[in-house]
């Protein structure tokens, strides 16, 4: 190939994507575009009026018509193809799914529905076993009809399945994941990733989600990862439209119950937003403010009245029935408190909760009855307020929901979670407040965090536009804060892959997928990987490029690669001396119009040329050239071609003199000469005469000609008075590296700038290839060293071999799936529960599985803090050994991982003291500890597996007796929506 030939191949070669599509044709650009995306994106612009002979044998019906996306969505799973489907809340993404639920059933294949949380699974096996026959549950500490065609699953248990290889993965067809966007969890959101990418080939996707703004980017991650196109169906039409207000009563009580003058639209069904009813809304504010000036932010009487004269406009108004989202448990109960003396329902009503609220506490013991939140709650229920938190009880908590949805709770205050999964929707949502805290500081609402509230408002079907109000307590948001919140752009989805111990041991032992693997396909590498092909044909073009290479035949460049490496040395040196020559005061003042320079770029090697006019660091100077030099080429910088030589001569012209005017940067200047040219800048620049443009280039021919071996240049010390050390170091080192220069062979080669570009090709493809092979190779992983480091730990520790193949305690640890696997099978492998009675064991065991960082300090018996040292001193060994590897964790934030609040109150449980005398000895609330005591038996079960593998009777019976022990009672009472 000629030299021309392997220019355009390495232009090729190296050109980014971009620019290649740039400069295709639109119809290959398109092809190449559609060829490299993995997400289609399906137009819902028009209706499908030939829908039925399309789809003549539908596998499910339903008694009301489809929307243009739920057809279309029908359409792909009909056709065996992925979709990713994301609607706002209450829009009719479950039929999506029921038809996937059908077309299994007809295909007599599996399938699997798996939702974030395992109350969120519950409500779906009621919905979905009241739709189709054969459905089964998956939970934790449930199963029911395991080998049901379709299964409702936590997508850990998923994980689980695919970990251990589970033989019921070859029969699914198609996984549907509910609400997709809680992939953006910090804690859990890995668990979606990890799922996505260990599925078989032969599994579609039912992906649903609310609306958020990068469903493509996610469903071209998803397409990528798993080989086959995944078709994106979003809309942002809403079923009911929804009316922003802002609501201002304090209380007046001077005021008319239920008054409108304190409701002011914000946004209307359009999304249209008034700033002036803001603006209004502030002043109603104003006098209210002044007369209660006086009295506490949170004053209980205000808040009292406030609520007492929200609950009359929304009778006055038929806005019943209600949610308000509130951002603290403790002020869920306080708002209902605010209204004890409310009675909100019929007596038909109360009737109807009574009957209902008895059958589902029947299934309870006669204690468990009457136990002070159950009493609390079935007597606020019946005057139609409720309350829904993680603090409730289980079966207190489904007795809400299902009473909500019947229209039986007119006023419900609950947290964030209420907005999640089942459709529940109400007449009027109001909040609170907007800010919440997130755990490390207080905010105002996200935008996704909002919309997914709000879309609670608004009965399909029944209302014509949903009701939102906002509370303004003490004073009226900011409307900066409230456009963004109402109108904003919700949360991007984003990868929260990280790396666990448990990840890393079960795919050691997993065939065909390697840790480097997962990373690599994870959502966090996608920006990476999704150019990975084009690297890869980029590469092998570089590396055929480099074999076209010849060796140079010339007699002077027998040393030119030593040459070569020393002008790059002498360039870096030249451009850091001009950088610090460039910002001194000095260089404005000499670099004026007529002041000789030698530029050195890719168009001009080591050329004289003449200032003409200078705007900071740029210059447009007269340089002279060949005349075959492209004079079009008005400006040029070192990285658009081979990188110049250093000044060693000055060029001259082999032919006819010509000059270019040129803009520069000046870090293409290298040296400046003594010699200032006296210029008519007029007829040279500003009106060019091309007469006096020529008379300048001979000069600087003449000048070139007279100090060809040597430039005369400005002495940065002396002439400019640079004289910091620092500089004069460098000025040292480029002095040593010129007198090298002139020592190499090369250097005095009549043809050294074809040679010494040749030279710079070749390198120019070397650094290329190895960066490409860097990129493409395991190295460029960001979580790379992060994987290494807990490698480390693990062969520390002996849970691995130096070649990773595991060991004992690492088939141990793979047992451990529920809480933290490292110090499980330190304690198992130290026989340090085995010595223990299984009271005191799953009591310990608590501090693994109980999240709240605040609780009462537990009374334990000498055993139990005996033990609770015992746990902290392994957990401290860990943490040492970690920081040793190169993990950045402290060792005090793992220590306060473990939180020991609730081992009294496990202990005294599985001694079988009744759950309302538990409930005494702490602050925690009933709903947190009867989520610590099930995940504890899901614990037992993990510790009991590890005794088997380990071979301990001895642990495994105690481990089966303690599950026993805590199994009972209104902890493990069945839930109501599998009954």
Not at 118 to 125: E, I, V
Not at 249 to 259: L, Y
Not at 293 to 299: D, G, I, L, P
Not at 391 to 417: D, H, N, Q
């Amino acid at each position: 190939a000629s030299k021309k030939e392997q220019e355009e191949l390495l232009n090729k070669a190296l050109s980014t994507p971009t620019s290649a599509a740039a400069a295709a044709k639109p119809q290959a650009r398109k092809a190449e575009a559609e060829k490299k995306t993995w997400a289609v994106m399906v137009s819902l612009e028009n209706d499908i009026p030939d829908f039925k002979r399309l789809v003549p044998d539908p596998a499910y019906v339903w008694p009301f018509s489809l929307d243009i996306f739920q057809k279309q969505a029908i359409l792909r799973l009909e056709r065996h193809e992925s979709v990713f489907v994301a609607a706002h809340t209450s829009a009719g993404k479950t039929v999506v799914a029921e038809y996937a639920i059908a077309l299994c059933a007809r295909h007599m294949t599996r399938c699997i529905y798996t939702s974030p949380i395992k109350a969120l699974s519950n409500q779906k096996f009621r919905d979905f076993r009241n739709t189709f026959e054969d459905v089964g549950l998956l939970t934790g500490d449930v199963q029911i009809k395991p080998e049901a065609s379709c299964l409702i699953m936590t997508t850990e248990i998923l994980r689980s399945m695919l970990y251990r290889g589970a033989d019921m993965v070859r029969d699914i067809e198609w996984v549907i994941f509910d609400e997709v966007h809680y992939v953006n969890d910090a804690e859990r959101g890995v668990v979606w990733e990890e799922v996505i990418i260990m599925l078989p080939e032969h599994v579609n996707f039912v992906l649903l989600s609310a609306t958020v703004p990068n469903t493509f980017e996610f469903a071209d991650w998803i397409g990528r990862t798993k080989q086959k196109k995944i078709h994106v169906i979003s809309t942002l039409k809403r079923p009911v439209p929804l009316e922003h207000y802002l609501y201002t009563a304090t209380g007046d009580k001077s005021e008319k119950p239920g008054a409108n003058t304190d409701l002011f639209k914000l946004v209307d069904e359009k999304g249209t937003l008034y700033a002036a009813a803001h603006q209004a809304a502030v002043q109603a504010k104003q006098p209210k403010k002044e007369k209660t000036a006086m009295v506490s932010r949170h004053n209980p009487a205000n808040d009292r009245n406030t609520y007492v004269s929200l609950v009359h406009l929304l009778q006055k108004k038929e806005l019943f029935s209600c949610v308000v989202f509130t951002f603290s448990k403790n002020r869920c109960e306080g708002n209902a408190d605010c209204l004890s003396n409310m009675d909100l329902t019929s007596t038909s009503e109360k009737n109807d909760a009574h009957l209902f609220m008895e059958q589902s506490l029947n299934r309870l013991k006669g204690n468990d009855r009457s136990l002070p939140q159950v009493m609390r709650m079935k007597e606020m229920l019946k005057r139609g307020i409720g309350v829904h938190h993680s603090g409730l009880l289980p079966i207190i908590k489904e007795m809400v929901e299902m009473l909500f949805s019947r229209g039986l709770v007119k006023m419900l205050f609950a947290t964030e979670t209420f907005a999640m999964g089942v459709n529940m929707p109400a007449r009027c949502v109001v909040f609170d407040s907007i800010r919440k805290h997130d755990g490390e500081s207080f905010r105002d609402l996200l935008p996704g965090e909002y919309i997914q509230m709000a879309g609670r408002a608004g009965r399909r079907g029944l209302d014509t536009t949903g009701t939102v109000l906002i509370l303004c307590k003490d004073q009226v948001p900011e409307l900066a804060s409230l456009h963004n919140m109402m109108l904003g752009k919700p949360t991007l989805l984003t990868s929260r892959f990280r790396l666990t111990y448990s990840m890393i041991l079960n795919l050691l032992r997993v065939e065909g997928m390697r840790v480097e693997d997962m990373m690599k396909r994870s959502f966090a590498e996608f920006d990476v990987q999704r150019h990975a092909e084009d690297d890869e044909t980029t590469l092998v073009q570089t590396e055929r490029l480099l074999q076209q290479q010849k060796d140079m035949e010339c007699s002077y460049c027998t040393d030119l690669e030593k040459f070569y490496h020393t002008c790059t040395e002498h360039l870096a040196l030249t451009h850091e001396i001009q950088r610090q020559l460039l910002e001194s005061n000095q260089a404005q003042k000499v670099l004026t119009p007529g002041r000789v320079v030698v530029v050195n770029n890719a168009f001009h090697r080591n050329a004289l040329a003449a200032v003409l006019a200078a705007v900071g660091n740029d210059f447009k100077v007269l340089v002279i050239c060949d005349e075959k030099t492209d004079k079009n080429a008005a400006s040029a910088t070192a990285s658009l071609g081979d990188s110049p030589l250093p000044v060693t001569s000055l060029f001259l012209p082999k032919g006819k003199l010509s000059f270019a005017v040129a803009s520069i940067n000046g870090m293409d200047i290298v040296a400046i000469t003594k010699t200032k040219l006296q210029l008519d800048i007029i007829r040279t620049y500003q009106r060019p005469d091309p007469q006096e443009q020529t008379l300048v280039a001979q000069q600087l021919l003449r000048l070139a000609e007279a100090q060809a071996k040597g430039v005369d240049a400005l002495d940065p010390r002396k002439d400019m008075k640079m004289n910091s050390l620092e500089f004069a170091e460098l000025c040292l080192r480029k002095k040593k590296l010129d007198d090298l220069l002139q020592t190499y062979q090369s250097a005095h080669c009549p043809n050294i700038n074809e040679h010494y570009g040749q030279m710079h090709m070749k390198n120019k493809l070397i650094e290329q290839a190895k960066t490409l092979r860097h990129k493409l190779s395991d190295q460029n992983l960001h979580l790379l060293p992060e994987y290494e480091d807990r490698v480390l730990v693990l062969k520390r520790l002996r849970y691995i071999n130096d070649d990773s193949s595991m060991r004992l305690k690492g088939r141990v640890a793979c047992e451990i799936s529920t809480c933290n696997e490292l110090i499980v099978t330190e304690l198992v492998f130290r026989n340090c529960l085995t010595e223990l009675a299984p009271e005191e064991i799953v009591a310990l065991l608590s501090c693994l599985v109980f999240q709240e960082k605040r609780a009462s300090e537990p009374s334990l018996t000498p055993v139990l803090k005996k033990g609770v040292e015992t746990f902290q001193k392994i957990a401290e060994e860990i943490a040492m050994i970690q920081m040793e590897c190169g993990m950045k964790t402290p060792v005090e934030e793992y220590l306060a991982s473990l939180h020991f609040g609730l081992v009294e109150v496990v202990y005294e449980w599985a001694r079988g003291l009744p759950f309302k005398d538990i409930t005494c000895l702490t602050d925690v609330l009933e709903g947190s500890i009867v989520r610590c005591i099930t995940r504890l038996d899901e614990t037992c079960r993990d510790v009991r597996n590890a005794a088997r593998v380990i071979g301990d009777p001895v642990l495994y019976q105690k481990m089966e007796e303690a599950s026993r022990m805590i199994k009972r009672d209104i902890v493990f009472a069945a839930s109501l929506y599998t009954v």
